[in-house]
């Protein structure tokens, strides 16, 4: 396991002094934003139903336009708000990153492993793609970065058109302990199949042909899929301890998917997950809670690529 950075200790040094000062600069956002919302609210609505009506249009554009206004006026009036809650996201995240020797990025671009798995065909098809919470450098002596994915696909027709959510969680790149040459992928039982649902023998990603490989371990072929360009690296890599730690990973996040990519000297996992990282708040009050979550969600993910990366028996999972 990682060693945890204390919270009482980034409370006492500069970090907690700037939450301090913080306190105040999100009291005046909180105040800027109620003082929008009654701007919104008695005066541009109405004089916006006002303007509509005098023009005796029909009841559907006069409701749509109402909710078109009203939306951009609420956005509007939000954003002092989220200006600040972001600001004290980073700082938090930020000072957590440096205690751990890592750095923190809060916008970022996807990068490589990223779009492994989207050549690899590990992620659903999206019409649009967010990413946030980069955290990269080593932990230990294992090279490491992480980002948060949310992919959305724009679904329905005409009035029913709306963003639909297919995949939130993160993508992450471990250096790999072990030496391998081929190219192997772990995915969800059944992922690659023929259109009239037989399991595929094998599959073609990133210019590779990757056969389907057998295992016997008892609770995985209910489970996982494995294709590879290297049936006998494959079993080496993928054994019975690594598919305990898969498992546990599985039940720890209450059955959520996890992917993984062996491909020229990386481990690429993917895992669905809510929104994480999320150490910023409007009240100074839940500083410490939300830092202590942040915390505990960053050592679980850490722990879970030492865990994927060792080769010593498992001792439990949290």
């Known amino acids: 396991m990682i060693e945890r950075p204390d919270v009482d200790a980034l409370m006492a040094g500069e970090l907690g002094q700037w939450l301090q000062q913080q306190a105040q600069v999100r009291m005046t956002a909180k105040k800027k934003t109620w003082n929008r919302r009654f701007i919104v609210l008695i005066i541009l609505l109405p004089i916006a139903l006002f303007v509509l009506i005098a023009f005796q249009m029909d009841f559907?554009?006069?409701?749509?336009?109402?909710?078109?206004?009203?939306?951009?006026?609420?956005?509007w009036a939000q954003r002092p708000v989220s200006k600040?809650?972001?600001?004290?996201?980073?700082?938090?995240?930020?000072?957590?990153?440096?205690?751990?020797?890592?750095?923190?990025?809060?916008?970022?671009?996807?990068g490589m492993p990223?779009?492994?798995?989207?050549?690899?065909?590990?992620?659903?098809?999206?019409?649009?793609?967010?990413?946030?919470?980069?955290?990269?450098?080593?932990?230990?002596?294992?090279?490491?970065?992480?980002?948060?994915?949310?992919?959305?696909?724009?679904?329905?027709?005409?009035?029913?058109?709306?963003?639909?959510?297919?995949?939130?969680?993160?993508?992450?790149?471990?250096?790999?302990?072990r030496r391998f040459h081929g190219t192997t992928l772990l995915v969800r039982?059944?992922?690659?199949?023929?259109?009239?649902?037989?399991?595929?023998?094998?599959?073609?990603?990133?210019?590779?042909?990757?056969?389907?490989?057998?295992?016997?371990?008892?609770?995985?072929?209910?489970?996982?899929?494995?294709?590879?360009?290297?049936?006998?690296?494959?079993?080496?890599?993928?054994?019975?301890?690594y598919v305990e730690r898969l498992i546990a990973v599985e039940r720890s996040y209450r059955g959520d998917d996890v992917t993984t990519i062996f491909?020229?000297?990386?481990?690429?996992?993917t895992l669905k997950a809510g929104n994480m990282f999320e150490s910023g708040h409007i009240d100074a009050r839940h500083d410490r809670r939300r830092m202590e979550t942040t915390i505990d969600q960053f050592a679980r993910i850490a722990d879970l690529a030492r865990e994927l990366n060792s080769r010593e028996p498992v001792t439990g999972h949290r």
């Open 263 to 269: 491909h020229e000297g990386n481990l690429v996992i």
């Open 60 to 75: 559907a554009p006069v409701a749509w336009g109402s909710a078109v206004l009203g939306a951009a006026g609420f956005a």
């Open 189 to 241: 039982d059944n992922a690659f199949r023929h259109f009239y649902g037989v399991k595929k023998d094998s599959i073609k990603v990133i210019g590779k042909h990757l056969d389907y490989a057998d295992m016997t371990h008892p609770d995985f072929e209910d489970k996982f899929d494995i294709f590879t360009t290297d049936q006998t690296e494959a079993r080496h890599l993928i054994d019975p301890l």
């Open 114 to 177: 990223f779009e492994l798995a989207k050549s690899c065909k590990l992620l659903p098809n999206y019409d649009r793609a967010t990413f946030e919470d980069r955290w990269s450098g080593h932990i230990g002596d294992i090279p490491f970065s992480l980002h948060e994915a949310k992919l959305e696909e724009k679904r329905g027709s005409g009035k029913n058109r709306r963003w639909v959510t297919v995949f939130r969680g993160i993508i992450m790149s471990v250096g790999y302990s």
């Open 84 to 110: 600040a809650v972001k600001t004290v996201k980073v700082g938090i995240n930020e000072a957590i990153a440096d205690t751990l020797g890592l750095e923190y990025q809060h916008d970022c671009e996807p």
